[in-house]
């Protein structure tokens, strides 16, 4: 969907939108090596990782991805905004899930390090 004229005439540089809603999820799900991500309402599609689970949100002018890690000890959740006008990329966003996956990961190897610890 390309901007209004008026509003390309106020940006700089102002580039087309390269992604919908799906195919932006879609290509961040690509880049994590997981399926595409599945329609779960009107407005929402999901996906999950081994450790992450992954739920878009339509939002006006982007999207809100929510990471919820829900094999944790204490569910958390991060949320990440993305904004079409900034045009931004999947990678970027594959790289953030990827940090939040990671983190989960050694907090989880640390806590079970410290339960043995506190019993021996």
């Given amino acids: 969907m390309p901007l209004p004229s008026w509003l390309q005439s106020h940006l700089h540089d102002a580039q087309p939108l390269r992604y919908t809603f799906e195919s932006f999820a879609d290509e961040v799900a690509r880049l994590l090596g997981i399926p595409p991500t599945m329609r779960t309402g009107e407005f929402e599609r999901s996906s999950e990782t081994d450790h992450v689970w992954l739920l878009w949100k ?41 940090a939040y996956e990671r983190r989960g990961r050694v907090q989880s190897l640390r806590s079970l390090l410290a339960r043995v610890l506190r019993r021996g």
């Fill in 58 to 98: 339509h939002d006006v002018g982007g999207a809100v991805l929510l990471l919820n890690r829900p094999h944790g000890e204490l569910r958390e959740c991060l949320v990440i905004k993305v904004q079409w006008h900034h045009s931004p990329d999947p990678a970027d966003i594959a790289a953030m899930v990827r």
